[in-house]
């Protein structure tokens, strides 16, 4: 576990150090409106709930490509371009690279509650890859504290692997990372435990994902 943890950190490392962020490019086929509540492998306060409360904003917590800086704030007619990252060229390539896709999943978009959610339509099932934009960093922090507090089985990443920001992980296959006012989670809790010809498990998958998008948003700040 150590050394898995180790080869990822240093990967991510390489990456957040070394590697170009792809060009964003606009968000063909956004469906906007609410979002669907289906819960996730971390859970997420919702509006109304002590969670969200305690946030005093936004809580933490889908539609294509585009660039932007990882402080933006949020804006209130829709996301802002840095959470619409997610769905852009680069973890996309990077998702392809890794499952050795031979075309680019569907992906479906929606902005509600301050989150931007992108979803990677697999073979195999479904990945979330979700931004919450809270107003500021201490909402953010506040909100991803509470996000921790409910997930199951969450235990935290650390040392390199967290790049030095506040993140957990749970076993069934969520990354969560809080950095200025946005909190990420790539949630592959719907895929089975290993995916691709590689055999990668969806806990590796959601940290690579995870590292890819900030990396995009270190170079993008």
Not at 19 to 48: E, H, K, Y
Not at 169 to 197: H, N
Request: proline letters at 7%; a negative charge; hydrophobic letters at 35%.
């Amino acid at each position: 576990m150590k050394n898995r943890i180790s080869l990822l950190a240093s990967l991510a490392l390489c990456s957040l150090l070394l590697s170009g962020c792809a060009a964003a490019a606009g968000f063909p086929g956004a469906v906007t409106g609410p979002s669907s509540d289906a819960p996730s492998t971390s859970a997420r306060p919702q509006p109304g709930s002590q969670g969200a409360q305690a946030s005093q904003g936004p809580s933490h917590s889908g539609v294509h490509h585009d660039g932007g800086t990882a402080s933006s704030r949020p804006a209130p007619d829709g996301p802002s371009d840095a959470a619409k990252m997610v769905c852009g060229d680069q973890p996309m390539e990077r998702l392809s690279s890794i499952l050795h896709l031979e075309q680019r999943p569907h992906t479906v978009n929606s902005w509600a509650d301050s989150t931007f959610t992108c979803t990677y339509h697999l073979n195999e099932g479904a990945l979330d890859i979700s931004v919450r934009e809270a107003t500021d960093q201490a909402s953010a922090l506040t909100y991803f504290d509470a996000m921790q507090a409910l997930a199951k089985d969450a235990k935290p990443i650390q040392g390199l692997a967290n790049l030095g920001f506040p993140a957990y992980e749970t076993e069934d296959g969520s990354a969560v990372f809080q950095k200025d006012s946005f909190v990420l989670q790539v949630d592959a809790s719907d895929l089975p435990a290993t995916i691709g010809p590689d055999t990668v498990t969806r806990n590796a998958l959601a940290y690579q994902l995870s590292t890819t998008i900030l990396a995009c948003w270190v170079e993008h700040h």
